[in-house]
């Protein structure tokens, strides 16, 4: 069992989380094959999305970015420029690979305002944790309480539709679906 909560002003003192492999985007249909056809391999990978924000109740945005992490790539899918796609589709869909994340029903959400899918084997690590007596609701609390490190958010409001991302965004989107897939490892080592 873990730790329930964890206070901000003690995750502000810990050391911050850096990548741990390759980053990966993926910008065109034919990079969104080659990394499919790699990721239809894994067992388990960890998953996110990003969308930009809107500071304006009137203004929303569709998903810009999925993020997809094996456990050495974490590829980057900009969704608006690679469109609707088949290989994406059948990944989320099959009960072969093991999806994990969190507050996935939102992901949902908006995934299939950009396609229509019926996602498939995805893990909500918010009930996960719980079976753990984790309390905590947010990923960087519970990444603090399991592993003892701090998920920088610094790049969260940041605008996911650029025509190119920033080495920090990149960072900032592989960390938290590198996060969603160590989360989970870690705690199927508790059964």
Request: net charge positive; with cysteine.
């Amino acid at each position: 069992m873990y730790q329930a909560t964890i206070d901000k002003e003690y995750i502000a003192t810990l050391p911050i989380v850096q990548p741990h492999g390759r980053i990966v985007v993926v910008k065109s249909r034919k990079e969104a094959d080659a990394a499919v056809a790699a990721l239809m391999h894994e067992s388990i990978i960890g998953f996110d999305t990003e969308t930009r924000p809107s500071f304006s109740p009137r203004t929303h945005h569709s998903v810009a970015l999925m993020q997809l992490a094996a456990a050495d790539t974490c590829f980057l899918f900009r969704l608006q420029f690679i469109g609707e796609h088949q290989g994406l589709k059948q990944l989320l869909e099959s009960d072969n690979v093991q999806k994990i994340g969190l507050s996935i029903k939102d992901d949902f959400h908006a995934l299939r305002a950009w396609m229509p899918l019926t996602p498939s084997n995805f893990v909500e690590l918010q009930t996960l944790a719980g079976q753990f007596g984790i309390a905590e609701k947010s990923l960087q609390k519970m990444y603090a309480l399991i592993f003892g490190k701090k998920i920088s958010k610094a790049q969260r409001l940041s605008n996911w539709e650029a025509p190119i991302l920033t080495p920090q965004q990149k960072k900032y989107a592989a960390i938290d679906a590198w996060a969603c897939r160590d989360i989970f490892i870690e705690l199927q080592k508790q059964h």
